[in-house]
């Protein structure tokens, strides 16, 4: 009596098996490899154009009328700084071929995101309670939290540029008044540069 042959003994079944399978396993390892990586994606040259134009912010600030011009000048510095470094990012992810948002990208946008908007919200605090003289500490610092937390999934650079706009940021809390500009200057156009600079020559564009 003849048998019904078993399906794995099947021939025209057991290259498609192992060709899903294969597949599978490279979809799990390439998936592996994206949430492993860090993120390498932050652009020195954006860092740059970012240290650039809050120069030229403090330089404007310096001769606001008041304070809301003083406000005002650093928060269009601030859109158009984070504008230039996106793009510059979007341009240099293109280029690797890889996704800005994917594996670590994404990672690190949302342990950024979150002291930019704590930020963003003392801000309005701040301005209300015409607290500011301490917007230049505040931000340093809440920028840097989220340079240092973000930084995690990147590269060396990118959170030991965070730890020092965090040093800077306290330090600017207990400083003269009077010295908030300077300290603004030094954090958003010296170490954006600095730190630009260096991820620049160590890992490009």
Known sequence: ???????FNNPDRGPVA???RAMD?????RETMQRSASFTHVSGIGGVLMGLIAIAAALAASGASGPSMWVGTWLAAAAAALSAQTLAMIRKSAAAGEGLLTGPGRKFAWNLIPP???GAVLTVVFVRAELIDQLPGAWLLLYGT????????SVRPVPLMGAAFMGLGTIAF???ATWGNAFMAAGFGGLHILFGILIWRRHGG
């Open 1 to 7: 009596m003849n048998l019904p042959a078993k399906k």
């Open 18 to 20: 192992l060709h899903d």
């Open 25 to 29: 396993n490279l979809r799990y390892i």
């Open 116 to 118: 930019l908007v704590v």
């Open 146 to 153: 989220g340079i240092v937390t973000g930084g995690s999934y």
């Open 174 to 176: 207990f400083a003269p």
